[in-house]
């Protein structure tokens, strides 16, 4: 089944965001450049959340790598790759979903959210993540090989102050904690598992422990935030977006939707169970963002999908639609 057909609206479309770690220096900067959707949705952004993020995005690599700042960042960059998309392909999805960060992106691109709300919001809850603990501290380690026997990792883990942050695929886990924690989790998985399995672990290039306990100061103040300023545009388009704390699709409902995007900073990820949900009802996938780290989380499950990460592949998608 082609990607064109799936536009045609012949069948359902999925499009997916990655969130925090797909941030890169000059991201979004061949669209913002090119497309006046793009400079527009920076400079939207920008005034939204008293930051250059066009400067931020293509000039300011260090200041990237600090969540408070990547998040806007991310989340901008993808919109304005969106809207370009749309525009210039003709994508119109029927689901959305996203990863962490990118579950606000997905709620942007279906029509719940408004784009300026939404950038106010990640950029609190950013610099409430990285005071939630101090930089340097905690981390995120990916644990990856295989079909993982999720219980035999468990119980290597027992004992060890760290959480299953995210559940992205049957071959990939993230776990978050301390880092002295996680340093032995890392001994102690490739001492059980470094055999046969070959489990490999890879510390995430991330400023603080997410998902999980360490995030608990976050998550009230995260809600009052998200009660206070979030601009709901439609509370039934919702029910198209996947939500990461349940790992199904979100309710037509404000104060649960809410609710559960302040409990997302605090839970693991269900990311395994997000695709599920978008494989069951879409014919085919789009990733958007400024790099494609779920294309591979997809493809561990059998399902296809097409990375848009710049204009070459805008190109390639707009080649596909009928003329």
């Known amino acids: 089944m082609s990607l064109q057909t799936d536009i045609l609206g012949q069948t359902a479309c999925g499009v997916v965001f990655p969130g925090q770690g797909a941030q ?8 913002y450049e090119a497309f006046s959707e793009a400079r527009l949705a920076f400079e939207e952004a920008s005034e939204a959340c008293s930051l250059d993020l066009a400067r931020l995005c293509f000039e300011e690599s260090e200041r ?9 960042a991310i989340l901008t960059a993808e919109i304005a790759m969106f809207r370009v998309v749309q ?21 942007v691109a279906a029509g719940v959210l408004g784009f300026s709300s939404a950038v106010r919001i990640v950029r609190q809850r950013g610099r409430l993540m990285q005071e939630a603990v101090p930089e340097g501290r905690g981390g995120m380690v990916a644990v990856v090989g295989g079909r993982l026997d999720r219980h035999a990792v ?18 990939q886990i993230v776990l978050s904690g301390l880092r002295p924690s996680l340093e032995e989790a890392r001994r102690r998985i490739a001492t059980i598992f470094g055999g046969r399995e070959a489990l490999r672990t890879v510390w995430l290039d991330v400023s603080a422990p997410f998902h999980c ?3 608990r100061p976050v998550e009230l103040p995260l809600q009052e935030i998200l009660e206070r300023e979030a601009k709901v545009e439609s509370l039934a388009a919702a029910e198209h977006v ?27 990820v269900r990311w395994r169970d997000n695709m599920d949900a978008l494989a069951s009802v879409c014919g085919r996938i789009v990733e958007i963002g400024p790099s494609a780290p ?19 592949a805008l190109e390639r998608l707009k080649e596909e639609r009928p003329h």
């Open 294 to 312: 779920l294309r591979g989380l997809f493809e561990n499950i059998g399902v296809p999908v097409r990375s848009i990460t710049g204009l070459r």
């Open 242 to 268: 996947t939500s990461n704390y349940t790992g199904t699709w979100h309710q037509g409902d404000r104060s649960l939707l809410m609710r559960n995007l302040a409990r997302q900073a605090v839970a693991t």
């Open 64 to 72: 990237l790598g600090l969540t408070e700042y990547a998040q806007p």
């Open 24 to 31: 890169r220096p000059g991201m979004a900067r061949d669209f």
């Open 154 to 171: 468990f119980r290597a883990l027992d004992g060890l102050e760290v959480a299953v942050s995210n559940d992205n695929s049957p071959s």
């Open 87 to 107: 525009k210039e392909a003709g994508l119109r999805p029927d689901y959305f979903g996203g990863h962490s960060l990118g579950e606000y992106t997905a709620l």
């Open 213 to 215: 306990e360490l995030m």
